[in-house]
């Protein structure tokens, strides 16, 4: 079993930024993909940025390239979701999730761990 814990989320102006952190602990040697997904209210939960083990592969939602950046190492156990240039529309409970070997990026039913959300606010 891997354990995930989110931190780093709060209320941010319409343009600001944020760095999510995703603390990855347990088996970890059974994660070799961590992601992050959204979901806001009365919507459909979105994948947003992926990465594997080493950080040398990583994939993102159009929504978010060129604004995100993800990054970090599952074998040092911290994974992060650097947020610039955010936007109302960005407003979340952000999740990371891990997966063994998702057949996609996309594909939430490959990710078997998540954490418990944080809350990402943007105002305009």
């Known amino acids: 079993q891997v354990q995930l814990v989110e931190s780093g989320g709060g209320l941010v102006q319409a343009g600001g930024s944020l760095r999510l952190s995703c603390a990855v602990s347990?088996?970890?040697?059974?994660?070799?993909?961590v992601a992050w997904f959204r979901q806001a209210p009365g919507r459909e939960g979105e994948f947003v940025a992926g990465t594997n083990r080493s950080g040398g592969a990583t994939y993102y939602a159009d929504s978010v390239k060129g604004r995100f950046t993800i990054s970090g190492d599952i074998a040092k156990n911290t994974v992060y979701l650097q947020m610039d240039n955010l936007k109302p529309e960005d407003t979340a409970t952000y999740y990371c999730?891990?997966?063994?070997?998702?057949?996609?990026?996309?594909?939430?039913?490959?990710?078997?761990?998540w954490g418990q959300g944080t809350q990402v606010t943007v105002s305009s």
């Open positions: 999730a891990a997966a063994l070997r998702p057949p996609t990026w996309t594909w939430v039913k490959a990710y078997t761990s």
């Open positions: 347990g088996r970890t040697f059974t994660t070799n993909v």
